[in-house]
C-alpha cells in the first residue's frame, strides 16, 4: 500500500530537522531484505492471508439485499494517507472524506464509517466486519483474487521520491545500487520485481530493500539521509513533494500503470454494481472531477470506467503484459 502519512517538522537539540508522524510516534523500519527473497517472502505471506480470508468470505461478507435490509452500508476508513484520508488540526479530511459525504448524500440506507490502522483494515473486510474499503487501496493481482475494485478513481503509478539536493538521480538507471525504503505489506513492495528487472535489462541491480511499518518513517529517514530513495505512488508523492520541496523531489517512475480504488468483497456483486453506479453518477454530476482536481491536482480523465473483478483484465487494462 500504499504509503499512509502526514509529516510535520521537528527540531533536535542540535538543530537538525527531521521529520515525522503527525499522529504516531516514529519507529524502527521493519525489516531490511534484498530480492528475489524479498519478493518471494512478500508474495507468500501475502498469499497465505488472502487465502485464509477468502474462507470467511461467503459466510460473513453482507451484500446489497442485506444491508439494504438492515438499513445501513459499514465501511473502513482510516486516517493517516493525505490525500485520501488524514486528520488536519482534529478534523477528518480527504477526497475520501468528500466522498464519503457524497455517498451519504446518495445512499437511501445510513453509511456507518470505521477508522482502522491501513495495516488491519483490508483483512477486517475479508472477513466481513465491514462490507467495504473505502480508502486509497491500490490494485495488485493478490487483492483480486480476494476482492473486486469499483472503477478507479486515481493513478496509482509508482515513483521514486528522493531528496530535493541530490543531483545524482536523474533516471532510472541511476537507482542501481542505492538503498530504498517501501511500506511493509504494500503493492509497491509486490511490485518491486519491476523495477528490479529494470536495472538489469540496463545492467544495473537493486540495491538493498528497507520495509517500514508506515511511510513517515521512511521519509524520515531519506530525509536524513539513511535512505537513498523511497518508493510511492503518484498521487502521494505529487501531495508530499508539493508540501516539502525544499526537502523532496519526484524522480522517476519505477512501475507500469496502476490504478487506485475501493475493494468490496467478490462475494458481493450487488454491493459492487451499486459502487459503480455511485461513482457513474458522481462522473455525470461533474462533482467527482471537483473532487479529483481539489485533492489530487487532475482529473485523470483517462482511466477505466468499468469495476476491476480479475487479474487478466487487470493486466489487459494497465498494459502490464505489453
Known amino acids: 500500500m ?17 521529520y515525522s508522524m503527525l499522529r504516531f510516534p516514529t519507529c524502527k523500519p521493519t525489516a531490511r531484505f534484498h530480492l528475489p527473497r524479498l519478493a518471494a517472502k512478500a508474495m507468500a505471506g501475502t498469499l497465505m ?18 444491508i439494504e435490509s438492515r438499513g445501513y452500508l459499514s ?63 491500490s490494485v495488485s493481482d493478490e487483492r483480486l483474487r480476494v476482492f473486486n475494485y469499483t472503477p ?75 535512505l537513498d530513495f523511497v518508493i510511492d505512488s503518484a498521487v502521494p508523492v505529487n501531495t508530499l513533494v508539493a508540501s516539502k520541496p525544499d526537502v523532496f523531489a519526484k524522480g522517476p517512475a519505477v512501475s507500469g500503470a496502476g490504478y487506485v480504488s475501493w475493494p468490496i468483497p467478490k462475494s458481493s456483486p450487488e454491493l459492487l454494481a451499486y459502487m459503480t453506479e455511485f461513482l457513474d453518477h458522481m462522473k455525470e454530476t461533474g462533482r467527482l472531477a471537483e473532487l479529483q482536481e481539489k485533492w489530487f491536482g487532475e482529473s485523470f480523465p483517462d482511466l477505466p470506467d468499468e469495476p476491476l473483478e480479475s487479474v487478466d483484465q487487470f493486466h489487459e487494462l494497465a498494459g502490464l503484459d505489453d
Open 152 to 226: 478507479p478513481y486515481a493513478s496509482a503509478q509508482h515513483f521514486a521520491i528522493k531528496r530535493a539536493d541530490d543531483d545524482s538521480i536523474s533516471d532510472v538507471d541511476d537507482l542501481s545500487g542505492k538503498k530504498v525504503g517501501v511500506q511493509a505489506g504494500s503493492v509497491l513492495l509486490s511490485r518491486l520485481p519491476e523495477l528490479k528487472k529494470m536495472l538489469e535489462d540496463d545492467g544495473g541491480e537493486l540495491g538493498e530493500v528497507v520495509q517500514y511499518e508506515s511511510y513517515p518513517e521512511a521519509f524520515a529517514d531519506l530525509a536524513n539521509g539513511r
Open 49 to 66: 492471508a488472502l487465502s485464509l480470508s477468502t474462507v470467511s468470505l461467503a459466510t460473513f461478507a453482507a451484500d446489497l439485499p442485506e
Open 75 to 137: 465501511v473502513a476508513t482510516e486516517d493517516n494517507y493525505a490525500p485520501f484520508n488524514f486528520i488536519e488540526d482534529g478534523n477528518a479530511k480527504g477526497f475520501n472524506t468528500d466522498m464519503l459525504e457524497e455517498l451519504r448524500n446518495y445512499a437511501d440506507f445510513e453509511v456507518r464509517q470505521d477508522i482502522l490502522p491501513w495495516t488491519g483494515l483490508l483483512a477486517a473486510v475479508s472477513t466481513g466486519q465491514y462490507d467495504m474499503a473505502l480508502t486509497g487501496a
Open 2 to 18: 500504499e504509503s499512509r502519512y502526514a509529516i510535520t517538522d521537528t527540531i533536535t537539540n542540535n538543530n537538525e530537522r527531521v
